[in-house]
């Protein structure tokens, strides 16, 4: 099963563009990729999912437009443009196998502070 | 609206064992499954396994395979996570989450509040 690496932390300004990695390991590049945003002492909420051709179906509700991703390689992408104060979250990225499968990773995520 | 609800924060003693429920609402509840997630504190996210409340079928991480187990009551659209002996090493938030049985859509959505619990003689 793929092993998912996110940096542990990254900062933007208020109002610019950020984008977070979430990079599978060596031989999954055909694997798709969930992300999830985690406000502070909050569950997590769905973004959306990513593959090399970009978004595989729509996005988490509520979601805003500022919110967009890209693959490519063993890279999956999440680029947040015009950060508001309500981005500062913690990023999770996931993977799932297929139904039915006992495979489930998530990578360790990232902690995004909005400067 | 689609919501799951979890139920409240449980503190225990080592050995106790623990029942901690997710009550699903605002839609059919046998057409889902519903997995468990653990986050410890300052942690990621860790997958424990999952359910189809149709008929009760599961799946459960490596890791986790053995230590709990998961269960659902379709009748009242609510799966459970149980303890048989717990350990302080169990501390921790547990999630609930919805996925599709498509695998092309199964992202976990939505997720419960969160059922914090702690461990501690």
């Known amino acids: 099963q793929p092993v998912l690496t996110q940096p542990p932390s990254a900062s933007a300004s208020l109002g610019a563009s950020v984008t977070l990695t979430c990079t599978l390991s060596?031989?999954?590049?055909?694997?798709?990729v969930d992300w999830y945003q985690q406000r502070p002492g909050k569950g997590p909420r769905f973004v959306m999912r990513?593959?090399?051709?970009?978004?595989?179906?729509s996005k988490g509700d509520g979601i805003p437009d500022r919110f967009s991703v890209l693959g490519s390689g063993l890279n999956r992408y999440l680029t947040i443009k015009n950060i508001q104060e309500e981005d500062e979250s913690d990023y999770h990225c996931?993977?799932?196998?297929?139904?039915?499968?006992?495979?489930?990773?998530f990578g360790g995520g990232t902690k995004l502070t909005v400067l | 609206e689609v919501q799951l609800v979890q139920s409240g924060a449980e503190v225990k003693k080592p050995g106790e064992s623990l029942r901690i429920s997710c009550k699903g609402s605002?839609?059919?509840?046998?057409?889902?499954?519903i997995s468990w997630v653990r986050q410890m504190p300052g942690k990621g996210l860790e997958w424990m396994g999952r359910?189809?409340?149709?008929?009760?079928?599961?799946n459960y991480s490596p890791s986790f395979q053995g230590h709990v187990t998961i269960s659902a009551d379709k009748s009242i659209s609510t799966a459970y996570l149980q303890w048989s002996s717990l350990k302080a090493s169990d501390t921790a938030m547990y999630y609930c989450?919805?996925?599709?049985?498509?695998?092309?859509?199964?992202?976990?959505?939505?997720w419960g509040q969160g059922t914090l619990v702690t461990v501690s003689s």
């Open positions: 989450a919805r996925q599709s049985f498509d695998w092309l859509l199964n992202w976990f959505d939505p």
């Open positions: 605002g839609y059919s509840f046998t057409s889902y499954w």
């Open positions: 359910i189809d409340p149709s008929d009760s079928y599961t």
């Open positions: 060596s031989g999954y590049s055909n694997y798709k």
């Open positions: 990513v593959g090399t051709g970009g978004i595989v179906g």
């Open positions: 996931g993977a799932d196998h297929g139904s039915g499968s006992n495979f489930v990773v």
